[in-house]
Structure formats: C-alpha cells, structure tokens
C-alpha cells in the first residue's frame, strides 16, 4: 500500500511522500506501489499446505477478488472476501496479507503489522508481507528504521527480480528519509544497467534519483522508461522534471504539454467523485479549517478544478500538481502598489483522485491540500503549518 503525491503547487513530494506518505513512495498518477497480491499460481499457494487442486484454485480465485475490490477501492468487499477466507484458512500467508492490507487501507496500521508478522512467520521465504510491513513503518508510522531493516531481509529472501527490486527501491526511499543520501545512492546504485522487467522500476528509480539531484542518472532512467513505452506519462512527466532542474523551461513546457493530454484521455478512477461533490468536499475542507485562517481568507475563493488547464501549463505550471495558490501572499499585500490582484486558491479534481485509494483518501487530499495552499496565501513555512497543528 502506498501513499502518494504530496500536497503542493507540484503535487510531487521528493523522497519524504506525501502527507507524511502512503508508504511506497511514489509521486502523483504513478504505479509504483508494492501492494501486494494474490499468489500467481497454485504452486504458490501449495506452499501453504493447501493440497486439493480444486480447493487451490477456488482460494487463488477468491483471493484475486480481494485484491481486485482493493485496486477498485472497494475496501468493505475485499474486508469480506478477507474475513471469509480467514474462517477457512487462519494460517494460510496469502491470506493473511491480503487481510493486512485491507487493514491499512482501513487505518489499522498495528492490526495490518500484526498480520504481516504472522504471515511472515507461516512462511519466513515469503517476501510480500516483509514488503507490506516494511511500507507501513516507513510512510505510515514514522519508524523507517524498522522498515530499512525488512526491506533488508526482504532483500536477503527475493528470488524473483521484482521483489528484490521493490525492496531495494523501498530501501532507499527509507534511506532518504533518515537522511543518508549517500546510503540511498549507494543502494539506488545496485540497480542493474539493463531494461528491467517492468517500466515502473525505471520511473521510480528516475524520481529517487531526482530527489538527490543526480539528474543526469535520474534522466537516463526516465529515457528507458520512455523508450519501453513512448506513451508512459509518468516517464514524460519525469523528464519534464529533468529538464525543469536544469533550467530548459521550453522542453520542460513540451515534456508538461504531453502530460496533460495523456492524463485528460485516461479513464477516472472508480472512486472519481461528480463535480458537485467534489465541489462540496472541497466547501467542506474550508470550513474545517481554524476560524482565524477562514477569517482571513473569506475573500479568497477556492476553485474546485478539473485539472490545470492548456494557459496554466504554457506557463511553466507542472500539469500534475493537486492545488495552486494564484496572487499575492497575504503578509506581502500592503506592500504591493500598481492594480489589485485577485487571490485564488486552486483544487485539482483529476489529480488529487489520481493519488487516492478511495473516497475517503480523496476527502484527506483534499484538506491537506488545501491547507499547504493556505500557507502559501499566508507565506507560512511548513514549521509554521506544523505549529498550528496544519502540517
């Protein structure tokens, strides 16, 4: 499970993932995340010591419809599917993950860790729930030390390519974290210099490497990805970044032109709200805020927005970025002469959904996103936003 994209003009977040993250650190519409899965075959469930034929292929089948209703949102059908299976089966790993992982979503990260543990110790070779534990502690509880450690043992036990590559890109999100930026270039560096198996890996390396400023590395990832699949828009977009460090503002434009076609062609998610509703949610979000700030900014309309439009990303704005703040900060009014300028914070529908795992994700969005917005209308830092209780 991975929480995504930050909050911000950008809707990117460096290393240290949005909202103090959904684990996997992965930025805005990318597919990065390791959320675990069903098993892929029935050998895989065997392991289990699940024998009957029959009886391995109903569960396999079940359990694909759990994770299905997790990559649909639907959390409350996954949960059931969950809790069947556990009355039958109670030690059986695969279960056991797919249970923690509706946990997670549920924000019952101990019960998610408890049953992570469990099926780890049903199967110490199983990589997923080391993973899944190893997610949760670094972008949901803070304790990145705990997570480096499973990301290292997950590391010792992958036997397929994949899992050792999510283990050592979650390595080094982690290292990041803790501030051991040599550490993470070391273990980003591990990465062979080959197409991996799937393109996802060349985009989140390619942003891991961004948010250490190796951007050449981190464009050489990007241009793999790209050269996989022409269409990716996440590659697009990361070098759109790229070229946004090194100054080249009319590639950067060309590279954010491409995101926004690709993104406005792609089908919404399943949790994708009606603009009514999401218009409310984000009336909402206002109103949730502390007296004083809504005081203040009674006169700043709040623009609950498709997506960046064509103007906006002519200008340089990054076309994935979840909110906007348009005009002249708060504490520097008074001393602005020339015309009036008209104050506007801006909601991105389509990218804020983009990120989410659901409907109630997409209302957290929503008020963090508003809330780094704010402080920009205010010129707040964020140690301000965290004094005030609104980091």
């Given amino acids: 499970m991975a929480k995504k994209g930050g909050a911000g003009d950008s809707g990117g977040n460096g290393a240290a993932s949005a909202k103090g993250g959904k684990p996997g650190g992965s930025r805005p519409g990318e597919d990065t995340s390791n959320q675990g899965g069903p ?9 289990s010591g699940i024998a009957d034929d029959a009886e391995l292929e109903a569960v396999s089948q079940e359990l694909e419809r759990g994770w299905q209703h997790i990559e649909n949102g639907e959390i409350a059908a996954a949960r059931a599917i969950a809790d069947r299976l556990m009355g039958q089966y109670p030690e059986t790993p695969e279960v056991l993950v797919l249970l923690g992982m509706v946990e997670s979503l549920e924000g019952k990260p101990e019960q998610a860790l408890l049953h992570y543990e469990q099926a780890s110790d049903g199967d110490p070779e199983y990589v997923e729930p ?22 290292r043992r997950a590391k010792e036990v992958a036997e397929e390519e994949d899992e050792y590559l999510d283990a050592l890109l979650l390595q080094a999100e982690a290292e990041i974290n803790l501030g051991r930026e040599r550490a993470a270039l070391t273990t980003l560096r591990e990465i062979p210099e080959v197409d991996l198996p799937e393109t996802r890996y060349h985009v989140r390396a390619g942003r891991l490497l961004l948010d250490l400023q190796r951007i050449d590395e981190a464009e050489r990832q990007f241009k793999r990805a790209h050269e996989k699949e022409p269409e990716n828009v996440d590659a697009l977009h990361g070098l759109g970044l790229c070229a946004e460090h090194r100054g080249q503002r009319p590639r ?22 009606s603009e009514d509703a999401f218009r409310k949610l984000c009336a909402t979000a206002l109103d949730e805020l502390p007296e004083d700030l809504r005081r203040r900014m009674k006169n700043v309309p ?13 200008d340089g704005s990054d076309p994935r970025m979840l909110g906007f703040f348009s005009g002249v900060p708060f504490g520097e009014q008074g001393q602005m002469g020339g015309a009036p300028h008209l104050e506007a914070i801006f909601l991105f529908q389509r990218n804020i959904e983009r990120i989410a795992y659901g409907p109630e994700d997409v209302e957290q969005e929503v008020r963090v996103t508003l809330v780094h917005e704010a402080g920009h209308f205010f010129g707040l830092s964020e140690d301000q936003l965290e004094a005030m209780g609104l980091g």
């Fill in 39 to 47: 098993p892929s075959t029935l050998e895989d469930l065997e392991l």
């Fill in 130 to 151: 080391l993973l899944c534990a190893a997610e949760l502690y670094i972008w949901e509880l803070g304790e990145d030390e705990k997570g480096l450690e499973l990301c």
């Fill in 252 to 273: 950067m434009i060309e590279y954010f032109q491409k995101v926004r076609t690709i993104d406005l062609k792609e089908e919404r998610p399943p949790w994708a709200l």
């Fill in 302 to 314: 709040i623009v609950a927005s498709d997506y960046p439009s064509q103007d906006m990303v002519k």
